[in-house]
């Protein structure tokens, strides 16, 4: 239920950015950028409830949830000021293909992103245990 609503929350926060940025750049991009916030959350939830190795704590899996809340921020601005204007004028000529095409780019661009979240959770709480073994010798 709570990631739902936090899912929500960001999926509408993403729609009232674009909105405000419309009417009014400085705001909307502040909203876009504090809109990480929520995507970081959801995937925090997320790995929460993945399976892990015994030992890895909430606190290491911060890195890799900041990681997908930046690029799942990047990806939205990229398409709200990019993609936007050139899928408009290239559906047109490729149709549903353009289409289908952008939404594996997408699928794709976030799967790289999960697994990149990830690795560097473990990166981190694996130089975080090493940090806390003594020292030998």
């Known amino acids: 239920v709570a990631t739902t609503g936090v899912l929500f929350v960001a999926v509408a926060g993403g729609v009232a950015a ?3 940025r419309d009417r009014s750049p400085g705001p909307g991009l502040t909203l876009m950028f504090a809109l990480m916030v929520p995507w970081t959350l959801l995937w925090w939830a997320i790995a ?3 399976p892990r190795p015994p ?3 909430a606190r290491d899996l911060l890195p890799g949830a900041l990681l997908v809340g930046a ?3 990047a990806m939205h601005l990229a398409a709200a000021l990019y993609l936007n204007r050139r899928i408009g004028s290239a559906s047109a000529l490729y149709g549903g ?3 289908a095409a952008t939404l594996l780019l997408a699928a794709y661009l ?3 992103l999960i697994v990149g979240s990830c690795a560097l959770s473990a990166s981190v709480a694996s130089r975080r245990a090493r940090d ?3 020292a030998a010798g």
């Open 18 to 20: 674009t909105w405000l």
């Open 48 to 50: 929460l409830r993945l």
């Open 55 to 57: 030992g890895l704590t």
């Open 71 to 73: 690029g799942m921020e």
């Open 97 to 99: 293909l353009g289409a």
């Open 110 to 112: 976030i799967a790289r």
């Open 132 to 134: 806390r073994e003594p």
